[in-house]
């Protein structure tokens, strides 16, 4: 088929195979004919418009793995039948001062896929030439996506903040937090798991951490004292904020990528006294992506995935919804 996508034309609808005109191929663009992309939970909030900004028809998918099937005549970097990958931003202005600090994904013109611009559950996407990043070639392709969106999410804290030698705590044990255990460990990190699924806590173990504590017990939390380097908080509901700051060394951070919907509160004095901070971060530029895409095919780290043929992308919505999925979805294309 030429040029199909799974579209949704509501919120909350089924999406719904149709063949899309992509119109001509802008100069600085790349076209990819999608081989698997990855089903994130910000799919999810698109399709359903939880953040209020989604708009219709949308073409879901940000995690996109495919090979580059035409190039426009100004496009540096990738040539045609190149393996790239594209993950939740598909274009940035280039001109800024975040642009040309190397800080793409913060440019205030930033083009997020899926929102405004078509995204990956499709035969095809396009995005700007510095957005498609090279894979290196023994990447897992297969399983790869995830680490476009949720891989480079988790793996910028660590690259920006942590030492091989720090103690790092993973909160929240899902798509986002089982990739972070893989990057710490393989970082060299000592890595304790905060789930309050005691299902995962084997699981967690296996993927590299140390420890596992249960995220809902702050007797437990409370016990580890005050050691860690690094949290990293991948998850969205309230937690024991003040014990889990509690349990930062001195100049230690409590860092979010999981979009907790309430205010956190923080006590001046626990950040004061021991110098801690509280910080947060989304993605990462294509140069972050790009060390990141080398550290995991160096380590042989991807996300555990669960496949779906992409024709059935309304049972893998469905299962992802329900909370189920171990961590990550992929749909293959089978246009
Ligand atoms: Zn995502
Ligand atoms: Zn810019």
Redesign the pocket.
Known sequence: MNNAAWVANAAKGPMMLETVDLGPLGGEDVEVAVDHCGLCHSDLSVLNNQWGISQYPAILGHEVVGRVTAVGPQVKGVTVGQRVGVGWFAA?????H??MGGN?HL????QPTILGHRGGFATHIRSHWAWAIPLPEKLRFADAGPLLCGGITVFSPLAMHAKPTDRVGVIGIGGLGHMAVKFAAAYGCDVTAFTSSESKFDEAKRFGASHVVASNDPAAIGKLGGGFDLLISTVNAKLEWDALIGTLAPNGRLHLVGAVPEPIPVAAFSLILQQRSVSGSPTGSPAAIARMLDFASRHDIAPQTEHFPMSKINDAVARLESGKARYRIVLDADF
């Not at 940035?92 to 800024?96: A, P, T």
Request: with cysteine; charged share 0%.
């Open positions: 940035s202005c280039m001109h800024c975040q642009c793409h440019c205030p013109q930033v």
